[in-house]
């Protein structure tokens, strides 16, 4: 008998909203150096949380996770009640848990570029229009410009604040007014920089049930490699978006690590001083050197290079550090994003980066 599928029919194929997405490959290989690339911590975790992990026995790793037991406590560090708080595998699944839950074919879904490319991905995958909405050559907040997009169709917004990889952040409390003025979706205020800014909009959605915000693990915490953040919202809306989580997304190994980790908040507060200070001087730096930035509230600057850009990654990876070139995302034309760490690793990026500029000969690179 002719198999039906040597004719070729009713092969495999994935739904076309997945077709048509692209493939996200963030540039993991060959990380070896000092890596203020990729905006993670750069000390790595407290050293409690090392010492939990060389304690973890046989039974816990065969046991399936309770994260619920974690949920209480990391709830407690946040001041908010259990219910309004779900643990996620990292923010990444925070984003495609939301997508799930309220977007459908057809939707409309608002991001600001340029922007975290995670929040354009997972909602495109689920069959909704992803509109962008471009911020102008200062990357501000484009608050009138997004509210002007708004249809009866848009279910979700999605604002990273501060935002990546621009460190620009807007206040809070315009971002709770939009959330108040676009009832019929979900906004989310992605707070994975929330250390190194000290501003939120956490507790809001009491008022304002469509709300939802975002903490990683992943930055200040240095927990990147376990994936855990947790998604935040109003009690009755939160409990939707748990349906369609497994119970299990967060491994053992992550949990009773936040738990270290939040036991450790002097660990934190003295790497993020650190990191703020960093941050001055590199910005105070451009300044001098008249090297365009863009003032950030995260833990990262962005710069503009112009065509000095490519030479400026190379030979800064000849001195052993590592740091992203943007240049391919909306308006950064040329930019190069640089995280800061501790005192020793940036003064270490400032010795190199004043060589490097010497070596390209860029004293003179304005580019406005
Ligand atoms: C704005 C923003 N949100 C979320 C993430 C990812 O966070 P997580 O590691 O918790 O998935 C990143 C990582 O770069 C980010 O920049």
Known sequence: MRSRFARGLDMLEARESVRNLPTYHPPLGGRVGLRLDFNENTLGCSPRVLARLREITAEEVACYPDREPVEAVVARHLGIDSQELLLTNGVDEAIHLLCETFLEPGDEALIVVPTFAMYGISAAATGARVLSVPTDAEFRFPASDLLSQVTPRTRLIAIANPN?????????????????????????????????????????????????????????????????????????????????????????????????????????????????????????????????????????????????????????????????????????????????????????????LREVLAEIGAKGVVVK
């Open 164 to 352: 990546n990889p621009t460190g620009c952040a807007a206040e809070p409390a315009i971002l709770v007014e939009i959330a108040r003025s676009v009832p019929q979706a979900a906004i989310l205020v992605d707070e994975a920089y929330f250390e190194f800014y000290g501003h939120t909009a956490l507790r809001q959605w009491r008022n304002v049930p469509n709300l939802f915000v975002a903490r990683t693990f992943s930055k200040a915490y240095g927990l990147a490699g376990l994936r855990i953040g947790a998604l935040t919202g109003n009690a009755e809306r939160v409990p939707l978006v748990r349906r369609v989580s497994s119970p299990y997304n967060v491994n053992s190994l992550a949990l009773v690590c936040v738990l270290a980790a939040l036991e450790d908040e002097n660990y934190i507060r003295h790497y993020v001083s650190q990191v703020r200070e960093g941050r001055n001087e590199l910005q105070r730096e451009f300044s001098q050197r008249g090297i365009r930035y863009w003032p950030s509230e995260a833990n990262f600057v962005l710069a503009s290079f112009g065509p000095l850009k490519t030479a400026l990654i190379q030979s800064m990876r000849a001195r052993g550090i590592l740091v992203r070139d943007r240049s391919g995302d909306h308006g950064c034309e040329g930019c190069v994003r640089i995280t800061l760490g501790s005192a020793e690793q940036n003064a270490q990026l400032l010795r190199a």
